[in-house]
């Protein structure tokens, strides 16, 4: 008879699992959301931004000269370079963390309203939070090289006499291509940005169950309004 699942749900009492379960499952629940209301319907910012920087290789094609689009490629770039040398140094610190877990506790327990809990328990909430951004640095460094790869595009680009006598690709297929990586490069750093977003739910764990789980919903409602609801979204759409 396995024995280890009774084990491992004694590590936690049931509301805390249950506001574990809330949390992955709103964060993957609202990430599949966004993803298909911005392929299918098109109607995020997401979607609004990916018309825009099709439109905007599609001009690449008419440019003899490309150094701006270079530029603003590499612009774009140091956004998810930031974060991802940011995430490092959190990471760093969480680990730190974690081998003075018994200091950090006693620490905890001086906040005001703060559940006092075990080492162990407030270990496994600080492996939460570096999970969090370990997974947030992947997505981060992927971007980057996703951005990189958008540049080769616009380097390798023909030029615009070359698409206008039917020696290259059509326009429409270098704009439907190149928009296309740099948009996963954008999508993909969305992803790493919703996990800073989600850490700062996981702190409500250190309050407690009750407040991770409002803490969690919050956000999912703040990323909603922000993706959907914007005043940049219809600026964007031009309404």
Same mark, same amino acid.
């Given at each position: &008879?396995?024995t280890?699942? *009774?084990?491992? &749900?004694?590590?936690?009492?049931?509301?805390?699992?249950?506001? +574990? +379960?809330v949390?992955?499952?709103?964060?993957?629940?609202?990430?599949?959301f966004?993803r298909?209301?911005?392929?299918?319907?098109?109607?995020?910012?997401?979607?609004?931004?990916?018309?825009i920087?099709?439109?905007? &290789?599609?001009?690449?094609?008419?440019?003899? +000269?490309?150094v701006?689009?270079?530029?603003?490629?590499q612009?774009?770039?140091?956004? *998810?370079?930031?974060? /991802?040398?940011?995430?490092?140094?959190?990471?760093?610190?969480?680990?730190? /963390?974690?081998?003075?877990?018994?200091?950090?506790?006693?620490?905890?327990?001086?906040? *005001?309203f703060? =559940?006092?809990?075990?080492?162990?328990?407030?270990?496994?909430?600080l492996?939460?939070?570096?999970?969090?951004?370990?997974?947030?640095?992947?997505?981060?460094?992927?971007?980057?090289?996703?951005?990189? $790869?958008?540049?080769l595009?616009v380097?390798s680009?023909?030029?615009?006499?070359?698409?206008?006598?039917?020696e290259?690709?059509?326009?429409?297929? $270098?704009?439907?291509?190149?928009?296309?990586?740099?948009?996963?490069?954008?999508?993909?750093?969305?992803?790493?940005?919703? /996990?800073y977003?989600?850490?700062f739910a996981?702190?409500?764990?250190?309050?407690s *169950?009750?407040?991770? &789980?409002?803490a969690?919903?919050?956000?999912?409602?703040?990323?909603?309004?922000?993706?959907?609801?914007?005043? =940049?979204?219809?600026?964007?759409?031009?309404?």
């Amino acid at each position: &008879m396995n024995t280890s699942l *009774p084990i491992v &749900m004694a590590l936690l009492p049931l509301l805390d699992w249950l506001a +574990v +379960v809330v949390f992955f499952a709103g964060w993957s629940g609202y990430a599949w959301f966004a993803r298909r209301e911005a392929h299918a319907h098109q109607n995020s910012i997401l979607a609004a931004t990916n018309r825009i920087r099709r439109q905007w &290789m599609l001009q690449v094609t008419y440019r003899e +000269v490309r150094v701006i689009d270079g530029v603003v490629v590499q612009n774009l770039s140091t956004s *998810p370079s930031f974060f /991802a040398s940011t995430t490092i140094l959190i990471i760093g610190g969480l680990l730190a /963390a974690l081998g003075a877990s018994e200091k950090a506790t006693e620490l905890v327990r001086e906040i *005001p309203f703060a =559940v006092r809990t075990s080492v162990l328990v407030f270990d496994l909430k600080l492996l939460l939070l570096t999970v969090i951004f370990v997974y947030a640095f992947f997505r981060f460094t992927w971007s980057l090289r996703q951005y990189t $790869f958008g540049a080769l595009l616009v380097a390798s680009a023909p030029e615009a006499r070359a698409f206008e006598s039917d020696e290259a690709l059509s326009r429409e297929a $270098f704009a439907d291509r190149a928009g296309r990586v740099v948009g996963m490069a954008a999508e993909t750093f969305n992803d790493g940005l919703r /996990a800073y977003y989600m850490a700062f739910a996981a702190v409500g764990w250190f309050f407690s *169950p009750l407040i991770f &789980m409002g803490a969690t919903a919050g956000v999912i409602y703040v990323l909603y309004q922000r993706e959907f609801r914007s005043e =940049v979204l219809q600026a964007l759409r031009g309404s």
